[in-house]
C-alpha cells in the first residue's frame, strides 16, 4: 500500500522559530509537492521537487524554503516562523509522468503563536 | 492562467439522497481534469478523472463528465451515503512555469446524515 507519512499532526511553534516539516514517501517517486491548505482557499502550491537536489517555486514560495537530500525525503523550512504562517500544510508525491496522481500525507497542523 | 471554481459548502444531505457538486474552471488548451476527497483526518486521494473532452470518469458510485463547451466538471452520485462525508476538491491541470501541476478549488464540505 502507498504511503506518504508527515512527521507532525500537530505542532505549535513560537514567531521566529525556525521549524522543519519533514515527508517521506516510500514509492519511489520523483516527484514531491508541499501545499497548504486554508479554508476558503484550498490548496496553494508552496515549492515542489521533481529530482533529487531539485527544487521550484510554486505559487506562495515567500517565508519557505525547502530541501531534498534523498529520493524519498522532502522537508519544508520556516526559516522565521510568523503568525500568517498558522496553516495545514500538506506533502504529496507522484511519479514522473504522471504529476496529476498525486498521493497525499496525512497534513501538519502548524499553529504559530 | 487557468483557474477553478467549486460551489460552497457545506452540503447537507440525508443518506440516499442524490448528490451534485458544481465545478467550473478557465483554462487555456484542454487540461486533465481530477476529483480529490479529503476524508476526515486524513490526505487528500484521488477520487476520479478525466482527460478529455466528454470522457466520464468514475469511481466508488461517484461520477462527472468532462464538459468542453460549458468548461465544467460537476460531481454527481445517485444515492450518497454516510460513509461519503468528506471535503472533495475539483482540481483542472496546469502547464505553467515549464512544468505539470494542478489547480486545486477551495473545496466543498459534504455532511451525510442517516
Known amino acids: 500500500d502507498v504511503k506518504v507519512t508527515q512527521s507532525s499532526r500537530y505542532l505549535v511553534k513560537r514567531t521566529g522559530e525556525k521549524v522543519f516539516l519533514e515527508c517521506v514517501q516510500d514509492?519511489?517517486?520523483?516527484?514531491m509537492f508541499w501545499y497548504r491548505q486554508d479554508p476558503g482557499l484550498g490548496l496553494r502550491l508552496i515549492y515542489f521537487?521533481?529530482?533529487?537536489?531539485?527544487?521550484e517555486k510554486g505559487d506562495i514560495p515567500e517565508g519557505y524554503s525547502v530541501s531534498r537530500e534523498k529520493k524519498e525525503r522532502f522537508s519544508l523550512i520556516l526559516e522565521s516562523a510568523s503568525t500568517n504562517q498558522t496553516s495545514m500544510y500538506l506533502c504529496?508525491?507522484?511519479?514522473?509522468?504522471?504529476?496529476?496522481?498525486?498521493?497525499f500525507g496525512p497534513g501538519t497542523r502548524l499553529t504559530v503563536t | 492562467g487557468n483557474s477553478v471554481t467549486q460551489m460552497e459548502g457545506p452540503v447537507t444531505l440525508s443518506e440516499e439522497a442524490f448528490l451534485t457538486i458544481n465545478c467550473t474552471y478557465t483554462a487555456t488548451g484542454y487540461p486533465s481534469l481530477f476529483w480529490y476527497v479529503q476524508y476526515p483526518g486524513e490526505g487528500l486521494q484521488l477520487l476520479l478523472k478525466a482527460t478529455k473532452a466528454d470522457d466520464k470518469g468514475s469511481n466508488k458510485g461517484f461520477e462527472a463528465t468532462y464538459r468542453k463547451e460549458t468548461t465544467s466538471f460537476h460531481l454527481e452520485k445517485g444515492s450518497v451515503q454516510v460513509s461519503d462525508s468528506a471535503v472533495y476538491f475539483c482540481?483542472?491541470?496546469?502547464?505553467?512555469?515549464?512544468?505539470?501541476?494542478?489547480?486545486f478549488g477551495a473545496g466543498t464540505r459534504l455532511a451525510v446524515h442517516p
Open positions: 514509492m519511489d517517486h520523483e516527484n
Open positions: 482540481a483542472p491541470s496546469t502547464f505553467s512555469g515549464g512544468y505539470n501541476k494542478l489547480i
Open positions: 504529496a508525491s507522484s511519479r514522473r509522468g504522471t504529476s496529476y496522481e498525486q498521493y
Open positions: 521537487s521533481y529530482d533529487v537536489k531539485m527544487k
